[in-house]
């Protein structure tokens, strides 16, 4: 949980930018959308570009030299591949010099299911793949399947694994309403990792009060998408 010696409201634009993982990952995106909405999030500062792993030669000339990193979304959105593929990808997409973070989505059918060593056991390659390179790493849940209990039971699978960050939502998740990143779901997460993992919030993050009251609450960084980046930073002022 970050330490804030400022209100959301008094931030600067560059240090709201710093929250937000500017979220390039629909499938149906051309290359000429994923080129523009890269060098969009450079422009703003924004930490990094959540893009999926087949676009990092694309994207990465765009963020070279820039305060903005990318961060590649493995196995997404189910989470479902073998850990042998998912520490695969992992390994292709960390080589790079301009990967900050990683991004991963836990096995959720696991979680529903109550198989915990499982998920611990997936993740906890999964992290060692990633800090081999020296990479942090992120853990998806995809909150709006599961229950307070799961939600809290995976975080401790997060830590146990070595993980840096607990995570929402892909927003990709169909059958289930979506809430994401609800103050809620992220005070359940806070609660469970304390200072052992950082806080992403992602999914629904769409008005600026709903922005600005999670960085109060001390989160660690937001995914947002296209749409809604400018909407947070309030940028049509």
Not at 100 to 121: M, P, S
Not at 152 to 157: A, E, G, P, Q, V
Request: charged residues 30%; hydrophobic residues 35%; aromatic residues 8%.
């Amino acid at each position: 949980m970050k330490k804030l010696t400022k209100k959301a409201n008094e931030m600067t634009l560059k240090e709201l930018a710093s929250y937000i993982d500017y979220s390039v990952l629909k499938p149906e995106f051309t290359e000429e959308q994923i080129v523009e909405l890269t060098k969009d999030g450079v422009k703003l500062g924004c930490a990094t570009i959540c893009i999926n792993p087949g676009y990092m030669d694309l994207c990465e000339p765009y963020v070279k030299g820039s305060d903005t990193m990318l961060c590649p979304v493995c196995d997404f959105p189910f989470g479902t591949s073998s850990t042998e593929s998912k520490v695969k990808q992992i390994e292709i997409v960390a080589k790079y010099d301009t990967v900050k973070e990683v991004d991963i989505v836990a096995n959720f059918g696991w979680i529903r299911g109550g198989q915990y060593d499982k998920v611990t056991e997936d993740l906890k390659k999964c992290v060692e793949a990633a800090h081999k390179y020296g990479r942090e790493i992120k853990v998806i849940f995809e909150t709006d399947a599961l229950n307070e209990e799961q939600i809290r039971k995976t975080c401790h699978c997060c830590i146990e694994a070595g993980a840096d960050f607990v995570k929402t939502s892909t927003g990709f998740l169909t059958g289930f309403e979506a809430h994401g990143a609800t103050p809620e779901v992220i005070r359940i997460m806070m609660e469970e990792v304390g200072d052992k993992c950082k806080v992403k919030g992602s999914g629904c993050i769409r008005t600026r009060e709903h922005f600005l009251q999670l960085i109060d609450m001390g989160i660690d960084r937001m995914g947002v998408g296209y749409r809604s980046v400018p909407v947070v930073l309030d940028l049509n002022r």
